[in-house]
């Protein structure tokens, strides 16, 4: 059975108004011949498409994501106006009524960094700094 995609066109944002946060996985195989599994962050500019991402064996926690936001900014030279995450169960402990409750170490650093969040079409938030 044959599946297709969907892709529609996205509307173009303006320079340093949006970057874009996703977390994947691959296999690799080592030096002594085992397999193991690499986690990734990737960021991407939403304008531009430059891309920044750092790869570790042990899976992402949410300190890890913390300190990955803030080289990604120092490689950028700053950050963008929003952030949108296309996996946030690194940074929530749950939904609530649809309010999004995050973690101890999440919430105080979105607070340090001075962004607030808002619900995005589908089911992933945006964080929007102020």
Known sequence: ????????????????????????????????????????????????????AEWQEPPFTTRDVLRSHENAFEFYGGRTEEIVYDQEKLMTVSENGGDIIFTEEFQAYKEQRGFSVQEAQGRFPCFFFS
């Open 1 to 52: 059975m044959l599946t297709y995609r969907t892709y529609e066109e996205v509307e173009e944002l303006p320079p340093g108004h949006q970057l874009q946060v996703d977390f994947g996985e691959a296999k690799v195989e080592k030096a002594n011949g085992k397999w193991d599994k690499a986690y990734v962050i990737a960021f991407v500019l939403s304008h531009s498409r430059y891309k920044y």
